[in-house]
Structures are given as structure tokens and as C-alpha cells.
T-cell receptor, first 112, second 112 residues
Framework: GENVEQHPSTLSVQEGDSAVIKCTYS??????FPWYKQELGKRPQLIID?????GEKKDQRIAVTLNKTAKHFSLHITETQPEDSAVYFC???????????FGSGTQLTVLP | NAGVTQTPKFQVLKTGQSMTLQCAQD?????MYWYRQDPGMGLRLIYY???????DKGEVPNGYNVSRLNKREFSLRLESAAPSQTSVYFC???????????FGPGTRLTVL
């Protein structure tokens, strides 16, 4: 089955700096890669996703890049703000089965 | 439009007791999922249902059973709870053709 590794497990940045979280996956059949943000005590919420026919996708301060050859994808957050502090999860899916395999999460702390 | 709802929000059980976690969605989604979330381990798929009348095992199905009662409802049953099942349980549903998953608010279960 699919295996997703996520790094780093914790990340602290100064407000206004950029943050990058990286994930690798093992199943070359995976073709859907979402990122979820989870605030303390809340449900995971989708913030951005990318499919394997696209190399990069941006939504305001958030971008995701995908390298299919190397089987890794990354989340980039620019101009970080304190409200960006949360746990971020990457995931991968082979699509047809519609199952998501999640990474272990990154605790992002934005220091004011 | 409530999205994905779960009951109860919190539950404490003794070892060996049974209980059913309820999940419902009002978004007319075909696919529904049950995950458990443990510290440092991300979300792990327990069972999923691609459509009404079908269920399949995920990564960690042992000790659980599910019922897809109708298109809206997907329940998770613990027949004989064990301390290892102490976790936060999330239900999710996904849109047809997009794989985007929407999560419920979660049930925090403690087994003593």
C-alpha cells in the first residue's frame, strides 16, 4: 500500500517568513495530493490540493509543488501570520480507490 | 447544510463495553470514511464505503465494524472496547469525481 512520509514534524518561523513542508510517497499510482490544516481540537480542513497532471498550484499565500519523478510534493506558505499556526497534514491517493494515506503531520508555529 | 456531523462528541468506556459512533452527511456524497487520529501518527483509515451498500477495510480495521445504513449515514461499532482504541475518531465524506474529503468534528473516545 501507499506510504507517506512528512518532514519536519515541527517547524517554527517568524511572522512574515516563509514555511515549507515536504512529503514523499511510495505508490507511483497516486495521483491526488491534498493538504489539510488542523487547528487544536478542530477537524482537518482542506487548504489546497494538486493532481498529478499539474506541477504547481497557488492560492494566495499558499502553494503546492509536485515532482512525480521523485515522488515528492511540498507545501509553501509565504508571509506567514500567527493564524497559520496549526498542524498540517499531507496525503496521497491512488484515486480510483478514493482512499487517502496521510503523513504524520507538521506542527507549524508562527512566532509574532 | 450541516455538512458532516458526528455523535457523540465525547465518550468514556470501560474495557469490554460496546458502543456505536454515528456519522451523517447532507452533501449527497457517495463515499464515506472512518479514521482514527493518534498523537504523532496522523490519520489512519479504519473502514470506508465507496457507495451505499458497500464497505471495505482500511489500514487498521481490527476491533471495528461498520454499517452504511443509507447514503447519508455511516456508523462505526466497537464490539468490545480496548484501551488501545482510545483515540479521536473522524468521519469524512467525499465528493464524486474529485476525491475531496470533508471531515466531521470528531469523537474523542477514552477506554479505561
Amino acid at each position: 500500500g501507499e506510504n507517506v512520509e512528512q518532514h519536519p514534524s515541527t517547524l517554527s518561523v517568524q511572522e512574515g517568513d516563509s514555511a515549507v513542508i515536504k512529503c514523499t510517497y511510495s505508490d507511483s499510482a497516486s495521483n491526488y495530493f491534498p493538504w489539510y490544516k488542523q487547528e487544536l481540537g478542530k477537524r482537518p480542513q482542506l487548504i489546497i490540493d494538486i493532481r498529478s497532471n499539474v506541477g504547481e498550484k497557488k492560492d494566495q499565500r499558499i502553494a503546492v509543488t509536485l515532482n512525480k519523478t521523485a515522488k515528492h510534493f511540498s507545501l509553501h506558505i509565504t508571509e506567514t501570520q500567527p493564524e497559520d499556526s496549526a498542524v498540517y497534514f499531507c496525503a496521497a491517493s491512488p484515486g480510483s480507490a478514493r482512499q487517502l494515506t496521510f503523513g504524520s503531520g507538521t506542527q507549524l508555529t508562527v512566532l509574532p | 447544510n450541516a455538512g458532516v456531523t458526528q455523535t457523540p462528541k465525547f465518550q468514556v468506556l470501560k474495557t469490554g463495553q460496546s458502543m456505536t459512533l454515528q456519522c451523517a452527511q447532507d452533501m449527497n456524497h457517495n463515499s464515506m470514511y472512518w479514521y482514527r487520529q493518534d498523537p504523532g501518527m496522523g490519520l489512519r483509515l479504519i473502514y470506508y464505503s465507496a457507495s451505499e451498500g458497500t464497505t471495505d477495510k482500511g489500514e487498521v480495521p481490527n476491533g471495528y465494524n461498520v454499517s452504511r445504513l443509507n447514503k447519508r449515514e455511516f456508523s462505526l461499532r466497537l464490539e468490545s472496547a480496548a484501551p488501545s482504541q482510545t483515540s479521536v475518531y473522524f468521519c469524512a465524506s467525499s465528493e464524486p469525481y474529485t476525491d475531496t474529503q470533508y471531515f466531521g468534528p470528531g469523537t474523542r473516545l477514552t477506554v479505561l
